[in-house]
């Protein structure tokens, strides 16, 4: 009994081994080689909120391994099952996973080995469909449930398979795969899942321009469409990647694409311009703004916009109709909805025909650009032009600059100007007829002593006309400062605005005196001397400037001769007192003024000043010259600093005592008189030695062949030029033993 109770425990045993021994050969069949573990984790982008149907979205499945596995053939399996989510592009494994797309809601991968510790990944792209839930589960080697045949464990030999986890602790997603296991779902292992929740959207576009549709617009008239997408506030889900497509028609030339944040333009090539924006919340919207530029003189040019052209993102409304205007050739879809709103799709029309242009242009006296002294007066005249059609009711408004004091204010035919109170000027003009102009014209006093003064005129300052071109720049001065506005047409004119500017600069006179015979240089007694006063105004023009020379003792004064501009009422010497109308900035203005020299000996000068009472404020009235010592001719003392002939300038000469010859001029009757003086002299004064002894004198003329004459104290009898040296003279003597001393100049 006891050796039949040992074998048959013997024998019991002996099964109960053999049976583990094959348990234990069925799994070393089947199992891997035994890595520590093997888990999934399926992300995506973006990860969380409520999305629209038709939202792409990006997933990545990471398969992960904590050692190397020995698994032949296909190796680990991998099923990624997706539900309210359609897969879309292109399936990117890495390594050397193999998958198959089985359809849009089921992709099968394999070949999943691993050399050691590391991780795999799939990625792909899916658009969300419409419904409540977007799901993608993802199983890795899928949930083992039994000792079934081909079923790989990752764990050690153990029937019940306790490792294989197939539940995520977070989520219910039995649709998309989601195994059933025993054990506590301490953690997502062989089986992950991701949700999205999707809503609803309703996209709608509008368009709005400038000039308004009912405005008649003109051959090169510029249009601003701006376009406006949203989602309404009565969606639920957010629309990503939302494309928006805007159709320039016939007729149109585009200048600029400018999108709000949140939007890009990456094609714009016209007629049709692509941009996207990277997404909608529900009661979001987002812009973008189009110019364009009308090229034909009449018809009708469209432009049509449209938010998600391919119908990609799931709506409550896909309208794509315009109720108000048939756009086919813009872009106009065709919708069976009833077309009780621009949706999807707007449209604008303008009709080109003869269209109104206001233009401003402002000139200033003195010129803009010019220089101004302080208490200085600046008259600006301001002319708005009307183009095309007639306007009404056309506001203008004139902005003073700075440094000036604003004095008058003149509104010509048809303006009223209710606010003249500086710095602003608002005057309305009642109508401008086409082709036709009006004006105001305004004055302001210089009350800087330095800078640049600027005065700018607008014309529709509010923009509540419409017109061709409303450009608010001048393209050549920044006169933000007095008015002008920021315009994104091209600033190639002065339209709607204009500014002046001037310089406030000190005036400065001079004047220079030159003489001839030269400054400096030795004169005969009996000579001639001509002088040229220069007076010039720098920086800024000069009004009735006063003029002054004075002759020195030892000059006789011959005669003066004002330059243009300028007039002399005082010729009585030694003062010669002459005023120039007006000196332009960087201008001049001369006086000759003609001298006989009568000393004998010693020192002639002549001295020339301008504004000698100071009547003008200058930058620099120097009233001395620092070459000379002219006050016995009206150099004045200035406290200044005297480093040029500023305000005052003489000259001086030498009188050296003249050679002379002796004429015997007997009996009375004709003789022969031969001027050896200096070239130029005065008939009169060449015959002073026989001043009251002669009755006439004869020259005779070669270029005209006839005899020149002159007849003592009588000028409308004589015509005898004046006289160069070494003239031959036929004279009458009546009185007999005359002689004359004449002077011989070398």
Wanted: proline share 5%.
């Amino acid at each position: 009994m006891i050796t039949r109770r040992i074998g048959f425990v013997f024998l019991g045993l002996a099964a109960a081994l053999a049976v583990a021994l094959g348990l234990w050969a069925f799994e070393a069949e089947r199992a891997s080689a035994d890595p520590l573990d093997l888990d999934v984790t399926v992300t995506s982008v973006p990860s969380t909120g409520t999305w629209a149907p038709g939202t792409l979205i990006t997933y990545t499945v990471t398969v992960h391994s904590d050692a190397a596995t020995a698994v032949g053939g296909d190796g680990i399996n991998l099923t990624i099952d997706l539900a309210g989510v359609a897969q879309e592009g292109a399936v990117t494994p890495t390594g050397s996973i193999n998958c198959a797309v089985v359809d849009t809601h089921n992709i099968d991968c394999n070949n999943i080995n691993f050399a050691g510790n590391e991780n795999k990944m799939v990625t792909f792209t899916a658009r969300a469909e419409a419904g409540t839930l977007a799901q993608v589960g993802a199983a890795l080697d899928p949930p083992i449930t039994g000792a079934a045949a081909g079923d790989l464990d990752e764990g050690v030999a153990d029937p019940d398979f306790s490792e294989d986890e197939g539940d995520d602790p977070d989520l219910a997603c039995s649709g998309v795969g989601e195994g059933t296991d025993a054990a506590p779902p301490t953690e997502p292992d062989n089986f992950d899942c991701v949700n999205l929740t999707i809503g609803t959207a309703d996209l709608t576009i509008t368009k709005t321009v400038d000039p308004l549709e009912t405005t008649v617009v003109g051959q090169s008239t510029i249009l601003y469409y701006t376009l406006t997408v949203s989602n309404l506030g009565t969606a639920t889900g957010t629309a990503k990647d939302v494309a928006i497509r805007d159709t320039l028609g016939t007729g149109l030339s585009l200048f600029s694409v400018s999108p709000a944040i949140g939007v890009t333009c990456g094609d714009i090539t016209p007629p049709i311009l692509n941009c996207t924006a990277a997404q909608i919340a529900p009661g979001e919207s987002r812009t973008v703004q189009i110019v364009a530029t009308v090229t034909p003189s009449t018809g009708t040019v469209l432009n049509g916009a449209y938010v998600d052209p391919q119908n990609i993102i799931g709506e409550v409304n896909d309208d794509a109709n315009d109720p108000d205007l048939v756009c086919t050739d813009v872009g106009e879809g065709t919708d069976v909805d009833p077309v009780t709103e621009p949706d999807n799709f707007d449209c604008t029309s303008h009709t080109v025909g003869s269209q109104l242009d206001l233009t401003l242009t402002k000139t200033a006296s003195p010129a803009t650009g010019s220089s101004v002294t302080t208490g200085s007066t600046i008259t600006y005249t301001i002319t708005v032009s009307a183009t095309g059609v007639a306007a009404s009711s056309v506001p203008i408004r004139d902005t003073v600059g700075t440094g000036l004091t604003l004095t008058t204010v003149t509104p010509g035919a048809g303006v009223t100007c209710a606010d003249v109170t500086g710095p602003e000027i608002n005057c309305t003009a009642a109508t401008i007829a086409a082709g036709s102009s009006v004006t105001v014209t305004v004055t302001a006093t210089v009350a800087a002593t330095s800078g640049t003064l600027l005065n700018g005129a607008y014309v529709d300052p509010g923009s509540t006309i419409a017109e061709a071109n409303e450009d608010a720049d001048d393209e050549s001065l920044d006169c933000a400062a007095v008015g002008e506005g920021s315009d994104v047409s091209p600033a190639t004119e002065p339209d709607n605005f204009d500014c002046t500017s001037h310089t406030v600069g000190g005036l400065n006179l001079s004047v220079t005196k030159t003489a001839s015979p030269s400054d400096g240089s030795s004169v005969a007694s009996g000579g001639t001397i001509t002088y040229t006063l220069t007076v010039s105004a720098a920086n800024a023009a000069a009004s009735n400037v006063a003029i002054r020379d004075t002759i020195g003792t030892g000059l006789s004064l011959t005669s003066v001769t004002p330059g243009a501009g300028v007039t002399c009422a005082d010729v009585t010497a030694p003062e010669i007192n002459c005023v120039a109308a007006t000196i332009a900035s960087g201008g001049s203005v001369t006086v000759t003024v003609a001298t006989t020299v009568t000393a004998t000996s010693g020192t002639v000068l002549n001295g020339a000043r301008v504004d000698p009472a100071n009547a003008i404020t200058e930058a620099n009235d120097d009233a001395d010259d620092p070459s000379l010592d002219c006050s016995a001719v009206g150099e004045g003392s200035d406290a200044g600093d005297a480093t040029e002939p500023d305000n005052f300038d003489c000259t001086s000469h030498t009188v050296a005592a003249a050679a002379t010859r002796t004429l015997n001029l007997s009996p009375a009757g004709w003789h022969n008189f031969v001027w050896t003086g200096a070239t130029g002299t005065e008939p009169g004064t060449a015959l002073t030695c026989i001043a009251g002894k002669f009755n006439i004198a004869y020259e005779w003329v070669d270029s005209s062949q006839s005899f020149a004459r002159f007849v003592p104290g009588s000028t409308e009898l004589s015509n005898m030029l004046p006289l160069t040296q070494y003239d031959p003279l036929l004279v009458f003597i009546n009185t007999a033993g005359v002689t004359c001393v004449m002077p011989v100049t070398s």
